[in-house]
């Protein structure tokens, strides 16, 4: 029979040597590059660990001279950091298996019924339950990061209650209101009166649609009183072994007044366009009228004074039509709107 290769170190916290060597049999049987270290003490298993540089399984025996039960397996665990303890015991004890189990520990395996193929599974169990619980870690910990560190406040809200379960310091931020505040109020009470309808007709699209993504453009209100205008983001989430909403929200109170002023601004470049294909025309078409009169052969020379002072006219008018033009392009801040 082929052995795994997969290189491990064992502690075995074992006083009865007739075990000890019964589980060191069984070890050696399944894995061909192994390590095995005995203590039969608390505290020479408390310094093995520390001394150890890598334990990658602990076999706890349950009863050890002075500490046993739960007492010792928190004791054990103070120092074992993520190892994993597989737990040995004589005692078919349910409850006593289901209270140590609630602890945090591997598995639980009686030994009057270990035989080298359950302890091995067992141990590949628990590692691989340690590299799961490992990766899950990191996961929790990469969202963590993005949810505090995120420069735009985001929220988590209970879908049935729509209270604040978390924010992020963005969020605190922008809105006034402590973690503690936020975590005694619902996603209703950052909004204005006026926008609860809009409110009640995105949550019941979001959950008919089960939307993800951009959910629209509303109305919050801060602690201040002041309102703001937010594109709201948001996606369902598993959190705390629940499903949950989580929400970005972006400010664009700033943006959108931008837009208006550059809409306000086009309506008034328009009135200006306007005013240079029709109001300048008039004038500007008198002048060349009285242009080609000029260049006419039967022009009256009696006529000429009449004539420059319609050109003379024309020119003053088209002088107002420009400065009345130049005045309303200042009006606009145009310079301000380049620099923004």
């Not at 020119?315 to 620099?339: A, F, H, P, Q, Y």
Request: proline share 3%; charged share 25%.
């Amino acid at each position: 029979m082929s052995k795994d290769s997969l290189p491990l170190t064992i502690l075995i916290i074992e006083d009865n040597l007739g075990d000890f060597v019964l589980l060191e049999d069984y070890l050696l049987e399944k894995f061909d590059v192994i390590r095995i270290f005995q203590e039969e003490s608390f505290d020479g298993a408390i310094l093995k660990i520390k001394s150890a540089n890598k334990i990658d399984i602990i076999l706890l025996d349950l009863i050890l001279p002075y500490l046993q039960g739960g007492a010792l397996v928190e004791k054990i665990q103070e120092y074992s950091g993520d190892i994993p303890i597989i737990i040995l015991t004589g005692y078919t004890d349910i409850d006593l298996a289901q209270k140590i189990l609630s602890m945090g520990v591997s598995d639980f395996l009686i030994k009057d019924e270990i035989n080298p193929e359950i302890l091995y599974k067992s141990i590949i169990y628990s590692l691989e339950r340690k590299s799961y619980i490992n990766g899950l870690n990191k996961t929790k910990k990469t969202y963590q990061d993005l949810f505090n560190l995120s420069p735009q406040p985001m929220w988590l809200y209970d879908i049935s209650s729509l209270a604040f379960l978390d924010v992020n310091q963005a969020a605190i931020t922008k809105y006034g209101y402590t973690l503690e505040e936020f975590k005694n109020m619902t996603i209703r009470d950052i909004r204005p009166k006026e926008e609860m309808e809009s409110l009640d007709d995105s949550l019941a699209q979001r959950v008919s649609k089960d939307a993800y993504g951009f959910a629209g453009v509303f109305v919050h209100r801060l602690k201040s009183g002041k309102h703001i205008n937010v594109e709201i983001y948001s996606s369902n989430i598993e959190y705390n072994n629940k499903i949950v909403r989580l929400v970005l929200a972006n400010d664009v109170t700033d943006k959108l007044e931008y837009i208006k002023q550059i809409e306000a601004q086009n309506v008034k470049l328009k009135d200006i366009a306007w005013t240079q294909s029709h109001v300048v025309r008039a004038p500007l078409s008198r002048i060349l009228g009285i242009i080609n009169l000029i260049e006419l052969e039967s022009f009256n020379s009696e006529d000429l004074p009449y004539l420059i002072g319609q050109l003379k006219l024309s020119g003053n008018e088209m002088d107002d039509i420009v400065r009345n033009i130049v005045s309303e392009t200042k009006l606009l801040n145009l310079n301000g709107l380049n620099n923004g």
